[in-house]
């Protein structure tokens, strides 16, 4: 059982960045994929980006390649998500998951763990 708290949204300018993290609880913290996602008003929630246990995969949407980073910190089980350049259609919910095991994975069913979700808004 995993569970994960997003924290550091908020309302920013485009053109801004904001940090997200995403603590995560539990000892086999290392073993998992972990993945951001974000749910807009009226929106099906898509897939950000997703970063393999050991650091090394990574993948990102098309539309925030080359703006979003994702990186981890297996000592410290916390996933983040730093995001440049915003955009006021980056305004959504922003959600961290997990799953156990290594692959590519980009879509809502393949995870079994979910956060609460923060909101992140950019005003234009």
């Known amino acids: 059982q995993v569970q994960l708290v997003e924290s550091g949204g908020g309302l920013v300018q485009a053109g801004g960045s904001l940090r997200l993290s995403c603590a995560a609880s539990g000892r086999t913290f290392g073993s998992y994929t972990m993945g951001w996602f974000r749910q807009a008003p009226g929106k099906e929630r898509e897939f950000v980006a997703t970063?393999?246990?050991?650091?090394?995969?990574?993948y990102y949407a098309d539309s925030v390649k080359g703006r979003f980073t994702i990186s981890r910190d297996n000592a410290k089980n916390t996933v983040y998500l730093q995001m440049n350049s915003l955009k006021p259609e980056d305004t959504a919910v922003y959600y961290c998951?997990?799953?156990?095991?290594?692959?590519?994975?980009?879509?809502?069913?393949?995870?079994?763990?979910w956060g609460q979700g923060t909101q992140v808004t950019v005003s234009s």
């Open positions: 970063i393999s246990w050991s650091g090394y995969n990574i």
């Open positions: 998951a997990a799953r156990l095991g290594s692959g590519n994975y980009y879509y809502t069913h393949e995870y079994d763990y």
